[in-house]
């Protein structure tokens, strides 16, 4: 079975500045998605970042970015130039194939606080 | 807009009571998921269907039944036998033939009076 871990219950940062956080998988297939959803205080889930695993290039959008290691199953967000909006429960997901219907497994979270 | 309606927000179950979950959903999207949020969990997969009519055990489906009737529809019953049942639920829906992500409802958090 696919499992997801993020090892960082909590992190923090300072308002501009750059925070990475962790996520490794374990998996046998060769094929799969890896997503970072971002949840908010309002509880709503929203996508921030994916990545193809037959990609080698990793994914960047706007100020978030990842650091794919397929070889090591390790999966980082970069978030850079931190805002206060960014505060909020960030969780990574791992979904076995390119299929739209294949169900997603979920790291535990990290609450990422940003300090003023 | 198109998007995910879970309703109630807030619901409040009896000892020994069934209730439902109502998930609607007006993405045209094949597959649907039902998702417990426990502090500290994560998500964790309940039930899942990837057509009409058709629907799989997740991780923690005992205590809960779902129906999947229509493609837009997917309630989730909480039962009597589920102990614990006290918890943030998350549906989400997703395109069954594409690669696009799962798209969610702003969940109900249910609790035992």
């Known amino acids: 079975a696919q499992t997801v871990t993020q090892s960082q219950p909590e992190m923090s940062v300072q308002e501009a500045e750059t925070v990475t956080l962790s996520c490794t998988y374990d998996?046998?297939?060769?094929?799969?998605?890896l997503f970072w959803y971002k949840q908010p205080p309002s509880r709503q889930m929203i996508l921030v970042i994916r990545?193809?695993?037959?990609?080698?290039q990793n994914a960047t959008e706007n100020r978030f970015s990842v650091n794919f290691q397929k070889a090591a199953k390790s999966f980082s967000l970069k978030i850079s130039d931190s805002q206060l909006g960014d505060a909020a429960m960030y969780f990574c997901?791992?979904?076995?194939?390119?299929?739209?219907?294949?169900?997603?497994?979920f790291g535990t979270g990290t609450r990422l606080t940003i300090i003023p | 807009d198109g998007g995910i309606t879970q309703s109630p927000k807030y619901l409040f179950r009896k000892e020994g009571q069934n209730v439902t979950l109502s998930c609607e959903q007006n993405?045209?999207?094949?597959?649907m998921y039902w998702y417990r949020q426990d502090p500290g969990q994560g998500l964790r997969l309940i039930y899942y269907?990837?057509?009409?009519?058709?629907?799989q055990k997740g991780d923690i489906a005992e205590g809960y039944s779902v129906s999947r009737e229509k493609k837009e529809s997917f309630p989730l019953t909480v039962t009597s036998a589920q102990k614990n049942p006290t918890a943030f639920y998350l549906c989400?829906?997703?395109?069954?033939?594409?690669?696009?992500?799962?798209?969610f409802g702003d969940g109900t958090r249910l609790s035992i009076l």
């Open positions: 990545q193809e695993a037959y990609k080698q």
């Open positions: 997901a791992y979904r076995r194939s390119n299929f739209g219907n294949e169900k997603l497994t």
């Open positions: 993405l045209n999207h094949d597959a």
């Open positions: 989400a829906s997703s395109p069954g033939d594409s690669n696009q992500p799962q798209h």
């Open positions: 269907s990837q057509i009409v009519n058709d629907f």
């Open positions: 998996t046998s297939e060769s094929d799969y998605y």
